[in-house]
């Protein structure tokens, strides 16, 4: 009786609040893992970072909302000609919702940026399942013997597609996540993703890999898709499965070799900076920076006023970069990669002093 009650109340409120908290009745563990991740908090009102750009931006005075494409697509209403941006409940609770990822029928490929095209469907979604892969789940629902029993398939709230390819190899996701050009037609950033035919990754494998935990409650399963990856959070450290860091010595030398296993492209944020540490002896020799810095006239600017690359040093998809110091025999050699969401320079420029924001993140470490 209590499931029957409980099922009532949340098809009730699937059909008159169509929402990220209406998916929370069914799948509490994925909406956990969605509350806390960057699609929830993408917004100005709880990205501090986005907030501190846009405080610079000098289409914050005209009104002009240009991002609400990729950082706050589930509002709507700012795609309507001359609404301004508000400090709406979407804005701060659900600036990407479940339901926008999951509807994304197609990426078209565009010179400034990718486009989303979305499915116009009311309660269908797009999934991922392996073992389900080209099914089309509709609810139905069957009796048997004058209605005695009554089996039913798919969900009750919504049907459930699991024929899109781009929820598997990935693709959906780079309506948002490819490249980005502004109006002068320099390109601000692009992970500069390359397809590896002898790798199984994907987006979807390195950024939602499998972990404990059903995905929906009504039917249990061990393992679910996780919602949580960000390099904001503590899950940054999924990136540190693809690169390796190795140290091989000779009497008056150390080799430090580091590989890049992802299939793009390292620090390409123009905000991001990647550190090589090395030290000899537990003193810190040597700090190699790789970051991409784009300005105007040679100098760093903020990415609105940039026409132009001042250096380039990240690295690249399945890159091997190899660096050599001079040692003496005994000494002891650790190199250590991290990177700063925020290089501190532009941090201190935006004003920004949030300590969890500024730290060195460490992603490895090797030692010999």
């Known amino acids: 009786m209590f499931k029957i009650l409980f099922t009532l109340l949340a098809l009730i409120n699937f059909i008159f609040a169509a929402s990220s908290h209406t998916c929370k009745a069914c799948h509490p563990t994925i909406y956990k893992e969605y509350s806390s991740s960057i699609h929830a908090n993408s917004s100005i009102y709880n990205d501090k970072i986005f907030n501190a750009l846009w405080n610079k931006h000098p289409l914050k005075k005209e009104g002009k909302f240009k991002c609400a494409k990729c950082h706050t697509p589930s509002d709507k209403?700012?795609?309507?000609?001359?609404?301004?941006?508000?400090?709406?409940?979407?804005?701060?609770?659900?600036?990407?919702?479940?339901?926008?990822?999951?509807?994304?029928k197609e990426i078209h490929k565009g010179k400034f940026a990718n486009e989303n095209i979305y499915l116009q469907k009311e309660k269908y979604f797009y999934s991922a399942d392996s073992k389900r892969k080209g099914q089309k789940l509709i609810f139905k629902e069957k009796s048997t013997l004058f209605g005695l029993f009554k089996s039913t398939t798919g969900s009750p709230y919504h049907d459930i597609?699991?024929?899109?390819?781009?929820?598997?190899?990935?693709?959906?996701?780079?309506?948002?996540h490819s490249h980005k050009k502004i109006e002068n037609?320099?390109?601000?950033c692009s992970l500069e993703v390359k397809e590896n035919k002898k790798s199984k990754e994907s987006c979807i494998r390195c950024h939602m890999p499998k972990t404990l935990g059903s995905?929906?409650?009504l039917k249990e399963s061990k393992t679910h898709a996780s919602h949580?990856?960000?390099l904001r959070g503590e899950s940054y450290k999924e990136l540190a499965k693809y690169i390796d860091l190795n140290i091989t010595t000779t009497n008056k030398s150390a080799k430090i070799t580091l590989k890049n296993q992802a299939n793009h492209t390292l620090f390409v944020h123009?905000?991001?900076?990647?550190?090589?540490?090395v030290s000899i002896n537990e003193k810190l020799i040597k700090t190699?920076?790789?970051?991409?810095?784009?300005?105007k006239d040679g100098k760093p600017t903020m990415p609105w006023l940039a026409n132009s690359v001042v250096k380039d040093t990240t690295i690249k998809a399945f890159e091997t970069k190899v660096f050599e110091i001079p040692i003496n025999k005994g000494d002891r050699v650790e190199a250590t990669l991290g990177y700063y969401l925020v290089n501190p320079k532009a941090a201190k420029k935006l004003g920004l002093t949030d300590k969890k924001l500024l730290e060195f993140r460490i992603l490895k470490r090797a030692r010999y």
């Open 185 to 188: 037609g320099f390109e601000v």
């Open 270 to 277: 123009p905000l991001r900076l990647g550190q090589l540490r």
């Open 215 to 217: 995905f929906v409650n």
């Open 77 to 104: 209403a700012l795609f309507a000609p001359n609404v301004k941006l508000q400090a709406n409940s979407i804005q701060k609770s659900e600036p990407i919702s479940c339901q926008n990822c999951h509807q994304i």
């Open 288 to 295: 190699l920076n790789f970051h991409r810095v784009i300005g």
């Open 228 to 230: 949580a990856i960000s």
């Open 161 to 176: 597609d699991y024929s899109n390819e781009g929820y598997y190899n990935g693709n959906s996701c780079l309506g948002c």
